[in-house]
Structure formats: C-alpha cells, structure tokens
C-alpha cells in the first residue's frame, strides 16, 4: 500500500472510530476553540494528576482532519506529563511546517505514532489549522488546568 493512501486510511479510520471521545468527569479545565475558515470546532477537557494528562475528554465536529486529529492526539498524549505532551505538539508543528517533506515525517513517525499520517496536510495551507486547533485546544486547556492545580505565586493576578 502506498504511503499516501496508508495516511488517508489512519485519518479515515480515527474520523470514523474517534478514540477517547466525549466528556467526561472530573477536569480541571474546559475550552471551546474552533476554526473559522473550515467550521471546526472542538470543545476539550484536560484532567491532571500532579503534571500528567489522566484524561483529555472532547467532543467536536467539522472536517475529517480536524477530528481525526483530536482522536490522534488523545491516543498520544494520555498518560504523558504536559511538558512532553507539549513537546510532541511542538513536533507535531514541525510537520505541518514541512510543506509535504518526507524526510520530515519519517523523522517525526516514531514521536507522532498515527498523527504522523498528517504530513500530507501539510502541503494544503488552508488544511493546516484543521489539524493543529486540537493541539492549540490542548495547549490552552493545560495551561489552564495547571494554573488550577499549581496556582502560581500570587503576583500575576490575571485570569
Ligand atoms: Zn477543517
């Protein structure tokens, strides 16, 4: 099977069987983040026991990419602490810089597992933001739930 159409077959397959979908109970943070130019939307819920992700709850709708790339994401980042889950987003921003690059994303595979079948959204501009704004939902939703569970020294002030 050709490369392209194995990474079409993941991106159907999370589409169709979204792991981890729904929201669940308890979380520290929730967010709503959406993509205008495609219709996206997702709404994200992050659970934290100390640093690590215990549960990333969500529901959402829109495009193929967009939710595929959330249930890519949940199956990634369980389990991780939010530093390395963000340092895997961080990679996962590298692919979708690659402009369809190959070397780009056999690099990436072993880090990306299924979210590697993204790379050839990467060639498609407008496609972009319908893969990351899971990833931006999860950032967001970390921060979020951290400044809850970890209140920073009380100088800053703002929500
Ligand atoms: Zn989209």
């Known amino acids: 099977m050709q490369l392209q159409s194995m990474y079409q077959e993941i991106i159907l397959d999370h589409y ?6 729904g929201l669940r109970e308890p979380f520290e943070a929730e967010v709503h ?12 819920r ?8 215990a549960d990333v709850s969500y529901e959402g709708m829109g ?4 939710q595929a790339s959330v249930s890519a994401m949940y199956e990634l980042v369980i389990g991780k602490s939010v ?9 996962f921003m590298t692919l979708m810089q690659s402009k369809g690059d190959a ?8 880090e990306l597992e299924d979210a590697v079948a993204f790379a050839g959204v990467s060639k498609y501009p407008a496609r972009i ?7 931006m939902a999860l950032k967001d939703a970390s921060a ?16």
């Not at 983040?33 to 994200?44: A, I, M, Q, Y």
């Not at 070397?103 to 072993?110: C, F, G, H, R, T």
């Open 16 to 21: 169709r069987n979204p792991h981890g979908r």
């Open 33 to 44: 983040h959406v993509n205008p130019t495609c219709g996206d939307e997702v709404t994200l």
């Open 46 to 53: 992050v659970h934290l026991d100390g640093d690590t992700l």
């Open 63 to 66: 495009c193929s990419i967009s």
């Open 83 to 91: 530093p390395e889950a963000l340092a895997t987003g961080e990679h």
């Open 103 to 110: 070397a780009v994303a056999e690099e990436l595979e072993d």
């Open 129 to 135: 933001k319908c893969a990351l704004m899971s990833w």
């Open 144 to 159: 979020r739930a951290l400044s809850v569970t970890h209140p920073a020294t009380p100088s800053g002030g703002q929500a």
